[in-house]
């Protein structure tokens, strides 16, 4: 499975973003049950964001972005999206998707995914 992430940039506080992440490869249908973002912060580990079922479509969130992002998916596409609005300065971070075969528990897990995209930047400036 190959995951490109794309739709990060430089907003200013307040703003809003949407990532998309386009996954690809023969065996990608049927074995990716979850897809989620996780963010790195410069000086930071890698934190949790958002996942979605990829069936079904059940939603998690961290709670630092609880209410302020949206994680959507389109199955004919194979994309996910993160919608990201009322930006913080404190959201600046590089944007990783992932996808992987995780249970429920291990959702907010980088160790619940197998695959990872390169990353996008998003800035925010207050």
């Known amino acids: 499975v190959q995951l490109q992430a794309s739709g990060g940039g430089l907003v200013q506080a307040g703003g809003s973003l949407r990532l998309s992440c386009a996954a690809s490869?023969?065996?990608?249908?049927?074995?990716?049950?979850?897809m989620g973002w996780f963010r790195q912060a410069p000086g930071k580990e890698r934190e949790f964001v958002a996942a979605i079922k990829w069936y079904g479509g059940s939603t998690y969130y961290a709670d630092s972005v609880k209410g302020r992002a949206t994680i959507s998916r389109d199955n004919a596409k194979n994309t996910v999206y993160l919608q990201m609005n009322t930006l913080k300065p404190e959201d600046t971070a590089v944007y990783y998707c992932?996808?992987?075969?995780?249970?429920?528990?291990?959702?907010?897990?980088?160790?619940?995914?197998?695959?990872w995209g390169q990353g996008t930047q998003v800035t925010v400036s207050s």
């Open positions: 992932a996808a992987g075969r995780a249970i429920q528990s291990y959702y907010s897990s980088e160790h619940g995914y197998a695959n």
């Open positions: 490869g023969r065996t990608f249908s049927g074995y990716v049950t979850v």
